[in-house]
């Protein structure tokens, strides 16, 4: 069974379109995140949930809104889709803060 | 902001050698934690060392941690072909609980 599951596994747009991606935990954490990996493979964080709650967003353009329907998802709608936003975007989860986090297998984003 | 720096970037080591990487970070931490990536794949947590705790073994894994040089080391032991995947070190402890990354190690097993 997927721990952490993010769909769709690659995701090829034009410039100025809105996507998303979704993000299921069947692990019962009360945590979830957002991260974004650059080309160079560093990871940056870009949101925290707990509890269905906004934690944490780190300095990320408004145009990427986070959205936690129940504390089991978290999806990712991205507005006016920009070249720079092309990464690979991975969600996590954990069971409170501060433990090991559990990360789904990334959504290779490529705006052209 | 970017909180751990990992050397080498990249090491490249012959099958049953051992291979290690460092990690340096730069507030007080919780804890440290190693996180392997395959490529193309997601991070797979290994080993999760506190705060006080100095040394910690999983397997053919070994992690120690000095907290007074703001530092730690993953060792593989008799390393594999399937070894060959990045590394990162990553701090807890931080606001909010995020995971603070470092750039990674690149490591290649060669059979």
């Known amino acids: ?112 | 902001s970017q909180q751990g720096e990992e050397d080498p970037q990249a090491l490249s080591i012959q099958e049953g050698e051992n291979a290690t990487m460092n990690c340096s970070y730069k507030t007080s931490i919780n804890n440290l934690q190693w996180y392997r990536q395959n490529s193309g794949r997601g991070l797979v947590h290994l080993i999760l060392i506190r705060s006080n705790e100095r040394e910690k073994h999983s397997g053919r894994l070994r992690v120690t941690l000095d907290t007074s040089k703001k530092s730690s080391s993953l060792l593989i032991t008799a390393s594999r072909a399937a070894d060959t995947a990045s590394y990162f070190c990553a701090t807890g402890g931080n606001q909010g609980g995020k995971l603070i990354f470092g750039q990674g190690t690149e490591l290649s097993v060669k059979p």
Request: hydrophobic fraction near 30%.
């Open chain 1, 1 to 112: 069974d997927t721990a952490v599951s993010q769909t769709p596994k690659y995701l090829v747009t034009q410039m100025g379109n809105d996507k998303s991606i979704k993000c299921e935990q069947n692990l019962g954490h009360d945590t979830m995140y957002w991260y974004k990996q650059d080309s160079k493979k560093f990871l940056k964080i870009m949101f925290s949930y707990n509890n269905k709650e906004l934690i944490i967003n780190e300095t990320v353009p408004n145009r990427f809104s986070p959205k936690s329907p129940d504390k089991a998802h978290l999806n990712l709608h991205i507005n006016s889709l920009e070249l720079g936003d092309s990464a690979v975007y991975f969600c996590a989860s954990s069971t409170t803060r501060n433990t090991e986090a559990f990360f789904g297998q990334g959504t290779r984003l490529t705006v052209v």
